[in-house]
Every structure is written in structure tokens, then in C-alpha cells.
């Protein structure tokens, strides 16, 4: 036994395998966004075609397949999904610690460092789903292993195997191409001759062609993705009108998810002070630097997906997406503290790259170029470029940058790990500690979430189209389309009826109808999940409006509902019209139409209305709104449920609240732009 801990890989392994037994990876169901890449899995299986939905924006086959082999052998399900990429995930591990060696780490910095990637609540709550993150990184770090190999080796075996790799992780997430990019551009500034040309540049040749030519043929088969990404696109956000935006509080959330997520490794050494007035000054300069990128980041942090201050995994239900009912949770006053801790880490680690390139005489060689440590520290500079021009910003998003930032440092020969690692050790056992734990009940709340929704399918016969099971399960059972954000409407996650809903507590104008049990380690003790149904809903009474006729002072429209009118008949035009004679025209002098007064109301009701547009990609859209819209007040512009010609059809329900303040609400068209718009044949329900 003391011989097979001598072993840095068995060590890694009896660590990863205890750890993932304390979070306990089994169980049949989706987490996050892997319900979309388990189906691709599910048709090459199941159906025996390779096929793709809507949803992943990613090149993602390589995975697939890794998927389907695993399924193949053990059938479908999430659970062997799960354990696919827990396999990943050790893998991912080795190739870390080889490549610290490799760069020159002790074997002692390199198993410390190892466990700080693989105890990282990212890295080890995302080895519980099938989402790409891992699998990504583990390739990818295996690629870089192969290509600082071929560093050192200058062997065709060694280039051809990272490029092999690279093209494997290129078709996981197209990053994967930055891998071989980093090697050519290292490899080219070592050696500066002809003869360097080819081995430098074929490995990112072949894994672009890889990548394109996997493209092509998917687009020639089905049609690529609405949300798939191309290499350009990411070129595109520098000169997008959001990129000086993210150029200002974007460096700052660097700065707090490296702080956050390599404390352990940024205190291996106690912290060394200044020594003399330039670094003292440097020290200075450093402190106004972070100082300066906090300030703008700090309203935009925590971003948002996997790490949600006490717990780990999204929450995508119809109570907490909008902040409800969330247990545990961290108020401002803990993220205050969480934030303030974190950018002293990230300072930390700053520092303590300056202080070492200072004292080495690298002033100008942040990335150790040329060198094998430039070939993570290329990779690095790349992936943070996109992360800063990128449109979408996750926490997830940060990963892989966290071992090449370890990487870098190892290769400059910084300092090892102490000899008495006091402050590290209690930091590295801290954060394993809430990875376990907080993965533990991610899993645990869906596993109780998961055994609801199954017995009310498969046992009570209630079909999945009537029911909100958050995003995974209606995601999984494609129960509907994407709705628009709307706290009071259906849920966003392809929810087709709300007739049940289920949550982690009480839902407005719903009552309670199961429930299930589940034990949490963060904090100790039970929490349940809930299924509600929604209180009976009379017939709704509807109202129809085409602008054909009005009032003898022109000031109103009549509608199918005797007695009930429409305002802001004096905005009524001939312009444009989809049906009959007349529309309405909104513009600055006439911002308001079809307004309508619903008398009876109260909470709980449920209430929308829809209307034909002309003049698409305007911001003009429906609002709903109480008589104090102070009290009450929503608005929706953008769901296009049908089009015909240049005309559109929005639409805008909503069921509302328990608090709601009065018996009447108003329904409306707005305007808000200068450009002018059309209006006709106007429903209103409820």
C-alpha cells in the first residue's frame, strides 16, 4: 500500500474515486444542458442515426460517440452518461499532472496542483453531468500534454498524437482549436527557419480541416444549429457594440474566478512581501490595477450557472429562476464578503506571477515565450481574448483557463509547494469539502425532483405536456416551444401547460398536490421538492378588435364583446393593413393603441392578449399593467407566434399574481421607438 501511494496516479485516482462516491453519481436523469446532448446520444443508439437538435451550439460528435460507445455497451441511460464523464475527468487529471512535470513541477506540486483542478467545484460538479465542459478539457489537456512532449522530444509520433487529440477535442467545442494554434505559434518561434513550417502549421491545418469538414457535412445533412458557433463568430464580437462593455467589468470577473478557484494553489507559498522600492511600487500599482477591475465587475458577479454561492448546479424551476424560494442561499452581505475574499485572492496570484517574473528577469515574458511553457501560456491568451469578446459569460466558462493559468506559473519555475502547507491544506480540504457536498445535493434534489415527475407520467398517466418540471424535464420530453421570459407567464423551458408545476416551495394561485423528500449535507438536514396544481381556471372570455369601427368621437374602437371598447381609436390608419380597411399606426405622436379596460379581475386570473405587426424587429409590443402601474407592470415585445408576409403575430399571457392590488387591469399596445408601426386585428382573453 505505501508503494501504490508513492504512485502520483494511483494517489489521484483513490482520491477522485472517493470523492465521487461521497457525491453519489447514480441516477437516470438530465442535469443542465445535457438533457439535448443525451438525445443525440439516444438517436445513434436507440434509432441508429446521427442526428442533432436545435439547442447545442457546439460541434459536440466527438462526445456523442464516446456517449453511444459507453451506452452500447451498458444501455441508455444518464447514469452511465454520468460515469462516461467521470472517466473523462480522471483522465483529464493525468494529463494535468504530466504536463506540470513535464514543464518541470515537482511531484509534489504536481499532485497539489492536480487536486486543486479536480476538487474545483466546477470541474468536479460538472464530471456528474454529460455536459461538454469536461470531456472538452480533459481532451484538450491531453492534447497540450502531447505537444509540450513533442517540446522536449521533437518526435513526429508525439505531434501527431496532440493532433489527433486536438481534432477529437475540436469536435467536442471548437476552443479545441487552440491547442495546435499555440503549438505552431511556439514551435515557429523556436525554431524561425523554413524547415519549422510544416510541423508548426500541419497540426492546426489538419484540425481546421477537421472541424470544416465535420461542419460542411452537418449542414449538408440537417442544417446546422441556430446557436452554432464558427470560429468568425467569435472574431465578430471584437467589433460588436457590446465588446467596450465587456472590455470594462470583464477583467475584473477574471480576476474573482481565479481568485475563488485557485486559492489553494496561489497559498501553497505563504505570500512574500516587497523587498526594496520597486516592488513595492509594482505591489502598489498592482492593488490599484485590481481595485480598478473590481469596481466595474462587481454588479455583474457572481455570472451565473453552475456556482450559486451555497450550492452548485442551475435551478431552472418556476420559483427559484426568479429568486424564490432558493435554500440554501448566500445574501448580499456573504457575496460582499465572497467578493471582497476573492479579488484579495486574485490580487494574490497576480502578485505573485509579478513578483517571480520580476526577480527572474522575464519583465516582458508573462508567457514564457519561447519556451514549452509558451504553449499553454498561448493557449491562455486565446481562450481569455474569446472570453472577453464572447457574447455569453458563465462561470462554467472559466475552467479551462484555471489549469493553464497553473500551467504558466509551473513552467516559470515559481516556488513549490511549502513544507509546511498549513494554510494551502486547510484552503485545498475547504473547497473539496463543498464540492462534495454541494454536488451531493445537486444530485440529490433531482434525484427526489426525478421520482416525482416519473410517477406522475408513468404511474398517474399525466402526460408531460401539462406539466412545468423545469428545464431539464421539459427540455428532455420536448413538451413545448421556448416562451418568452416572463415572470408570471409559462416558463421559458418549453413548458406547454402549467397545469402542474413543480418547485422547491409554495407557488402563487397553486396548491399543493405531492411531495418528496431528500437529505442535504449543505447545510445538514431535509428540504423537499413540491408539485402544485394550479387552482381550476374558468373558460376564458375572449375579445376581438380589427379597427374597422369606431365610436362617433372617434376616440374608441368596438369590439366583438358588446359594451367593451378599445381606446385610441384617433390613431387609427390605412397605410398598411392585414385584414379589412383599417389599422392602427403607433409612432411618437400616437405611442398608444387598442387599450383595453378588464373589469372583474383579481388574482389568479389569467390574462394576455395578441396582436398582427407590421414593421418587424421593433421594440413595440404589448403591456399589461394595473391601473397604478407602479403596483403591477409587464410588457413583451418579441414573442412572434405566427407571421404572414411582413406582418407578425405577438403574443402576451400571463396569470396574475396572488398579490396583485386591484380588480381591473389594463391591456395595451406600445411604441416606445420613433420609427412607426402597424397594428391590426387585436384579441384580448382572460
Known sequence: MPGLLRNPYALLSIFWLLACALANPFGDFPLNDDWA????????????????????????????????AWCKLFGFSFTVLRFSTLVLGLAGLFAFYASLRELGGSRRLSVWSALVLGLNPLYFSLSFTFMTDVPFLALFLLSIFLFIKAWGSGRVGHIVIGTLLAIAATLIRQFGLLAPLAFGLAWLGRERNIKSVWPALAPLAFTWLAMQGYTGWLEQQQGLSVHFGRPEDALKGFFSTAFWT???????????????????????????????????????GLVALAVLAAIPAWPYLPTG???????????????????????????PGGWGVVKILAFIGGGSFLWQWVLHFRREGFYFSALHFPGPGS??????????????????????YHLPALPLLMLLLVSAKAPGLSKRPWLAGGLLLGMATFSIAATHDYLAWNRA??????????????????????????????????????????????????DYALSFGPLDCYTK???????????????????????????????????ESRTTDEQQFFTSRPGQLMGNGVCRDSTHIFSGKYSTRLSESCP??????????????????????????????????????????????????????MWEKIQFELTLPESYPDST???????????AVWFDDVSVWY
Open 375 to 396: 504553449i499553454p501560456g498561448l493557449a491562455l491568451l486565446g481562450y481569455l481574448l474569446y472570453l472577453l469578446a464572447g457574447h455569453y459569460f458563465f462561470d462554467r
Open 513 to 547: 398536490y405531492k411531495a418528496a423528500v431528500f437529505h442535504r449535507w449543505l447545510p445538514p438536514g431535509k428540504d423537499s421538492m413540491l408539485v402544485s396544481v394550479r387552482q381550476p381556471l374558468p373558460r376564458p372570455d375572449t375579445v376581438f378588435c380589427d379597427a
Open 305 to 331: 450557472n453552475v456556482w450559486d454561492g451555497l450550492s452548485l448546479g442551475p435551478k431552472v424551476l418556476k420559483d427559484t429562476y426568479f429568486g424564490k424560494n432558493l435554500n440554501p442561499e448566500l445574501n
Open 37 to 68: 446532448y443525451g438525445r443525440n446520444v439516444y438517436y445513434l443508439v436507440e434509432e441508429g442515426r446521427l442526428a442533432f437538435s436545435e439547442w447545442p451550439a457546439m460541434t459536440l460528435v466527438a462526445q456523442v460517440l464516446w456517449g453511444a
Open 246 to 284: 465587456h472590455v470594462s467589468w470583464r477583467p475584473g470577473a477574471f480576476l474573482f474566478y481565479w481568485g475563488v478557484f485557485l486559492l489553494p494553489f496561489t497559498f501553497r507559498q505563504w505570500p512574500t512581501w516587497p523587498k526594496g522600492k520597486m516592488e513595492w511600487g509594482f505591489l502598489i
Open 665 to 675: 387591469v389594463v391591456l395595451y399596445l406600445w411604441n416606445p421607438g420613433a420609427k
Open 449 to 498: 425532483r426525478w421520482r416525482l415527475l416519473d410517477s406522475m407520467v408513468e404511474q398517474e398517466g399525466i402526460s408531460p405536456n401539462k406539466i412545468d418540471g423545469g428545464f431539464e424535464f421539459n427540455g428532455w420530453h420536448e413538451t413545448g416551444p421556448r416562451n418568452p421570459l416572463q415572470r408570471y407567464g409559462k416558463g421559458w423551458w418549453f413548458v406547454a401547460e402549467d
Open 592 to 645: 398608444y393603441g387598442f387599450t383595453t379596460w378588464l373589469k372583474g379581475v383579481g388574482p389568479c386570473t389569467r390574462v394576455g392578449m395578441s396582436a398582427w405587426r407590421y414593421g418587424q424587429g421593433s421594440r413595440a409590443g404589448i403591456v399589461i399593467s394595473a391601473p397604478d402601474a407602479n403596483a403591477f407592470y409587464q410588457t413583451e415585445a418579441s414573442h412572434v407566434v405566427d407571421r404572414n408576409g
